[in-house]
């Protein structure tokens, strides 16, 4: 494998149905993929996004619930990773795990920032939000993570329509539906830039969508 092809190694941590880490996964395994997935980490033992990694015969690291942050720094050094990519972490990230990574971090959040984002705003509290303000349109949001929830630069974004009759479940269905395309697509601009670059990646990565 040439310096050109050599994949960049990341870690998806979540603790929900694992369906992004699903999705970043399977984009990984096409050839021109400039990343891989060498590792997956849970903040719950019984979350979907185990049997997801396990399914696919990624290594998985479940995070325990005291001195988690300890783990998480270790993990993500034994493994070698460059980039972590968060789906469905409902936390805080501590600000080692930021430098630790040179801000290599990623996440996607189920609408379009900055509206509905800060704490609390997770999974289907975002779509209830949306529907109860009466938005037409709602979208997912790839951003770079920084010690404030929802706050760091946006890469991408895709909307998608809210529709009459739409409850908080079918809303979440049709957002997660673009956000298993944005993810990996921005996931692989991003690190195809790290690959090929010695700067830091842009902040306005342009995916073929
Ligand atoms: C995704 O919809 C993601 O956008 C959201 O959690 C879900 C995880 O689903 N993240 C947040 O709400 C973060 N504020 P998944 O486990 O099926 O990927």
Not at 15 to 25: K, P, T, V
Not at 58 to 67: D, K, N, S, T
Not at 125 to 130: N, Y
Request: aromatic share 4%; net charge negative; glycine share 8%.
């Amino acid at each position: 494998m040439t310096a050109v092809d050599k994949r960049i190694s990341v870690a998806v941590l979540g603790s929900g149905a694992g369906s992004n880490a699903a999705a970043l996964i399977d984009r990984s395994s096409a050839n021109d993929s400039s990343y891989q997935i060498d590792l997956v980490i849970a903040t719950r033992g019984d979350a979907g996004i185990v049997s997801v990694a396990s399914d696919r015969r990624i290594p998985v690291v479940v995070l325990p619930a005291e001195h988690w942050e300890e783990s998480l720094l270790s993990a993500l050094q034994s493994h070698q990773i460059a980039v972590l990519a968060l789906a469905g972490f409902l936390r805080k990230l501590p600000e080692s795990v930021i430098t630790l990574l040179e801000g290599n971090v990623l996440n996607i959040h189920p609408a379009l920032l900055p509206r509905f984002g800060g704490q609390g705003m997770y999974g289907l509290h975002v779509h209830t939000a949306v529907i109860e303000a009466g938005e037409s349109i709602t979208g997912a949001t790839v951003h770079r993570v920084t010690q404030e929830y929802d706050e760091g630069a946006i890469l991408a974004q895709m909307s998608v329509e809210v529709r009459a009759g739409d409850d908080p479940r079918t809303l979440q269905n049709r957002v997660k539906t673009i956000e298993h395309r944005l993810y990996p697509e921005i996931m692989n601009v991003y690190c195809q830039h790290i690959r090929d670059s010695t700067s830091s990646p842009p902040n306005n990565p342009k995916p073929q969508l």
